[in-house]
């Protein structure tokens, strides 16, 4: 046991979840290689390392490993792996010796590949030196160009170029770059002392300035290096290179490249690799050029040659925006032969990589340069379309395709999204968890019955509340989108928000909310009811403003508004998840509770429902009511009536699940939250009873409000989530177990009277002891004999548990022999495994995870190691008690790719997800099945 408990772990941990929006899987799973060195070289068709050492290298320098070794142009370099990272920030900074001496060997390697030497003077080598992360983290690191320059060296590529303007016009910048990034001296004072030149000179451009102009210019940075640092600028180019170098690993923990991996979920542990290379010139004149490009189009997926290019200019000056380089078909009439060649050598490169490629290149006169090729980072809609096209090319297969989208961007689809440009001019006021994906616009309000109110007046709301209650549903149903203040992952905000595919983000913390007042504060603003929000539920960024969006494509098809046959990216995402389903090996399962939604889910492909909360049907107005009485009934005859009034409406819900599920099995638990939120507020019933005692109100309503006050204090508990609720209700109050046993064996009788399959599998929530499971059994089986002998039919249901609370997943073995099967709960099990409370989370969890004591939200990707390993004794013991258990999972973990891995290593028989999320989870399992680690 102990020892698959260890394999699973560590499978587990290395299908660390990615959520990158644009990212994407590997297409390949080539197996590592394992290095000896920790400095690679590359260059004359010949590198250490290769393509599968990304780990390693980075994926720049693994990239420029195979590129070398396809003997395709790339200039010689060799890479710093992301080994020496690690001891960098292990030994604070100081490296050993023996790295010192392997840079040596291999520049010395370099210097004889490049025919140039590092400081000669005569024939100086310069070098580029840049960051490079297993993932890529565009713009978040640092770079530097032109290292090895000095006031010697610049003489030298004055006299070997004859083109001193050049010269100096790459010394300026290399004392800008390395002033910036390794003096940490802010860029804005080097162009101030650029602009005095460029003023006093009279050049309005910056490529009017003179080698004279330039001259000044690197007088004057050095000046301001001294000024800010009290010492010269390191003339000595091994110097500078070991600065530099320190200075990019620095940059990994810069705060955007931090901000960065805990938007996307990069483990902060694996570091950066370092590349030196032997820089090439796309500003020596008009022959040369410099650019960037993808082989298809990253926003959209169409298959053309894609990117931009300057002719005279450095890699920094195409996205410093400076220039406006031109699109790069155009470098075809420029210099055909170049662009020629990288045609077909980028083509090659797709070929070769089976996927899109985002590339740099460098034109030298004439002369084509490779300097990068990674897999390009795409929209969600751009991965369905690249992924199909290219099985239709037969450049992949299906299943090659699979690999091809990250899950995620099928969730990207079903999301309405706003105009981007519209949306880029807003600036950020607030950011949240971003619970559930779309764009969501609309007029603030605070309460449920506002945003009904409103929203039957023809607006469009976004319901602003400190936190949701099941009492808000019918607000959040109406409203565009759904914004709290606290919260986590699996508050009810997100889990509902979700459910109905509502765009929603909640802990948005720095919301000061005062629902009273009908206001919020944030970022010193006063908000008031009525005024516009917008949020992108996708990346958890609220902004004071409206924003128009539009639906998705998609979902207007299922939702039978738009014809399959005319959407074509409907059409590409059905084939997509048919392969899916061929690969997958676990069942895809919905948690809906209601009869649109289990039909909804039927439409996205899930067969079965994992989760039908009960309890969510006795929300509805006309229920309410008797649900109160239910609860307030002062004796069993009062509340036996009051729940068979109850009977027949649940009878009919799940007459209309089990039909949308048309034979497919369906599972319902029993009831499970606190019976106190079925009733009003205390506090407002409090305020109630004094307004009416002080105002001498009527002598019947006050004594009706004592009443409920009474009960509901006597209901009130410190702790509702470890309290009154799940199997502990249906102990004590077991005609609620009777009731709805009742409800869903007459329904299934009744469908199976009309000649339709029907599996009922009715699940006891919140056990911990077999005992409580037996209780509850018995009561089952006796209601569900009667029920049938009633009808006249039988058919065939299986009674089994929730697997949520610690205890019940230690004594599995036990349950197991009573139970037929187990769904884990894995909201309940996260938080009574953690002790973290669902709706409290969101107040610590953000500093958890600044200070790396979480790498992620437990409540959104399962906590592997712990909670993982519970579920793992669980399915252990269930199975050796009771072989054929069917196992499932229902938390919202279901829906969540890196959980999909976990529970597809431990053998689950299926997920079950939120409606919106079965297309990612079909994709996500049949990745999971594929074994492949999403986001490598
Ligand atoms: C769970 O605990 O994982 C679960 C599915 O139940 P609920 O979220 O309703 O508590
Ligand atoms: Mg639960």
Redesign the pocket.
Known sequence: MAKKATRVQKSGRRTAKRKSPTSKPRSRQAKARTPRKLVCFFGDGKADGDRTMKDFLGGKGAGLAEMTNAGLPVPPGFTISTAVCNLYYERKGKLPATIDAEIAVNLKKLEKSAQAALGDARNPLLVSVRSGAKFSMPGMMDTILNLGLNDKTVEGLKARTSNGRFAFDSYRRFIQMFGNVVLEIPKDAFEHEFDGVKREQGAAQDTDLTEKGLREVVTRYKALVRQRTGKAFPEDPRAQLAMSRDAVFRSWNNPRAKEYRRIYDIPDHIGTAVNVQMMVFGNTGERSATGVGFTRNPATGEHEFYGEFLVNAQGEDVVAGIRTPQPIHELEAHMPHAYRQLRAITTRLERNYKDVQDFEFTIQDDRLFMLQTRSGKRTGYAAVMIATDMVAEKLVTPKEALLLVDPEALSQLLAPGFDPEEWAREPIIAKGLPASPGAASGQVVFTADDAVEWSNQGKKVILVRKETVPDDIHGMHVAQGILTATGGM?SHAA?VGRQMGKPSIVGAGSLQIDEKAKRFVVDGREVKEGEYVSFDGLTGEVKLARVASKPSEILQVVNGELEAGRSDIYQRVSKLLQWADKHRRLGIRA?ADLPDQAALAYEFGARGIG?C?TEHMFFGEDRLPIVQRMILAENDADRRKAVLELLPMQRSDFYGVFKAMRGSPVTI?TI??PLHEFLPKREDLMVEVAVLEATGGDARTLEEKRRLLARVEQLHEFNPMLGHRGVRLGITFPEITEMQTRAIIEAACQLAKEGQKVIPEIMI??VGHVREFRDQKAVVDRVAAEAMKGQGVKVKYLVGT?I?VPRGALTAGEIAREAQFF?????????MGFGFS?DDVGKFLRVYQDKKILDRDPFASIDVDGIGELVEIAVTRGREARPDIKLGI????GGDPASIHFFEKVGLDYVSASPYRIPVARLAAAQAALSVRVGD
Not at 823 to 831: P, R
């Open positions: 699996t889990v948690n989760l909360r638990r499970d939250p929530p919140l929730m949520e769904s884990f709960g894995t909201n309940d099990l996260t938080q669902r229902c938390g919202e973990h």
